[in-house]
């Protein structure tokens, strides 16, 4: 083992210990190291956010902010229900599931967060390949559609709609398409689109893929419950009642504060 995995094993450990303090007698079913820099942590960054999921969490959303080792670290708990949510859904617009969307590092639950991050890109996935199709009718089974713009949309569309994201989402996206990094987050989506194609809704075509006619037929026919469905986004009015969307603000405006502007060792 080389010195930067070494360090690098300590830093996750120290990590699972807060969780775990956090998480005091509740279930933790996933914890990582996120962010386009979880896969620099060895090389001098001093920032770390790191997304912890726990059966039953009350409050439901909470931020903890920790030293370790000289690295400010940002712990963003959430409740398994909500989380979920807004996996399967976008409950909280995507602001908490967007981060199984990004590089992150398992530090615990690697299995159920994989599971999640395949969840969140099917999703993410099957709703641009029915926007296309609502947006070019007539040419969507026509487009030749490289797997890497699946991964930009979705990211990009979900910083639009979340200005805070855009630092993370920028930092990943400035990167060659050759990256590791964006190799990683591409392979969720490969995976995607392999489940689609056993389902006939895409086809290959060389490293293309095709939205299949048949598919784009469906989506077509049912354009009006497809069209409801994509204006759901007044859901944000019912997040500020229940006061949960002020706290997902909260969290990413900690993330990002400690970006721009690092805490100072007492």
Same mark, same amino acid.
């Given at each position: 083992?080389?010195?930067?995995?070494?360090?690098?094993? @300590?830093?996750?450990?120290?990590?699972?210990?807060?969780?775990?303090? /956090?998480?005091? !007698?509740?279930?933790?079913?996933?914890?990582?190291?996120?962010?386009?820099?979880?896969?620099?942590?060895?090389?001098?960054? @001093?920032?770390?956010? *790191?997304?912890?999921? /726990? &059966?039953?969490? !009350?409050?439901?959303?909470?931020?903890? /902010?920790?030293?370790?080792?000289?690295?400010?670290?940002?712990?963003?708990?959430?409740?398994? @229900?909500?989380?979920?949510?807004?996996?399967?859904?976008?409950?909280?617009?995507?602001?908490?599931?967007?981060?199984?969307?990004?590089?992150y590092v398992p530090v615990y639950g690697r299995k159920y967060l994989e599971k999640l991050e395949i969840m969140l890109k099917y999703r993410f996935l099957y709703e641009l390949l029915v926007n296309l199709i609502l947006e070019f009718p007539e040419l969507s089974s026509e487009l030749y559609i490289k797997p890497e713009y699946f991964v930009v949309e979705a990211l990009t569309s979900r910083a639009r709609l979340f200005p805070l994201l855009i630092?993370?989402?920028? %930092?990943?996206?400035?990167?060659?398409?050759? &990256?590791?990094?964006? =190799?990683?987050?591409?392979?969720?989506?490969? @995976? *995607?689109?392999?489940?689609?194609?056993?389902?006939?809704?895409?086809?290959? $075509?060389?490293?293309?893929?095709?939205?299949?006619?048949?598919?784009? &037929?469906?989506?077509?026919?049912?354009? %009006?419950?497809?069209? =409801?469905?994509?204006?759901? /986004?007044?859901?944000?009015?019912?997040? $500020?009642?229940?006061?949960?969307?002020?706290?997902?603000?909260? $969290? $990413?405006? !900690?993330? !990002?504060?400690?970006?721009?502007?690092?805490?100072?060792?007492?």
């Open positions: 083992m080389n010195l930067k995995n070494e360090n690098f094993n @300590k830093l996750a450990t120290r990590i699972l210990d807060l969780c775990r303090d /956090i998480a005091d !007698q509740r279930q933790i079913l996933g914890a990582c190291i996120c962010g386009y820099h979880s896969l620099g942590l060895c090389y001098g960054e @001093k920032y770390v956010s *790191v997304l912890l999921v /726990i &059966d039953g969490f !009350q409050p439901l959303l909470l931020s903890y /902010i920790r030293v370790i080792n000289g690295k400010y670290v940002l712990i963003q708990a959430v409740d398994k @229900k909500i989380f979920e949510k807004d996996v399967r859904e976008g409950f909280l617009g995507d602001a908490l599931a967007i981060n199984l969307a990004l590089p630092y993370d989402v920028s %930092n990943f996206l400035s990167k060659n398409f050759r &990256d590791e990094k964006f =190799k990683r987050v591409l392979e969720g989506y490969n @995976k *995607v689109l392999n489940i689609l194609e056993k389902k006939g809704v895409i086809e290959y $075509l060389n490293d293309y893929i095709r939205i299949s006619s048949d598919f784009a &037929d469906k989506v077509k026919t049912r354009r %009006n419950y497809f069209m =409801k469905i994509f204006k759901s /986004i007044n859901r944000a009015f019912l997040l $500020l009642t229940f006061g949960i969307l002020p706290q997902v603000f909260k $969290l $990413l405006s !900690q993330s !990002q504060a400690l970006k721009l502007f690092p805490l100072r060792d007492n």
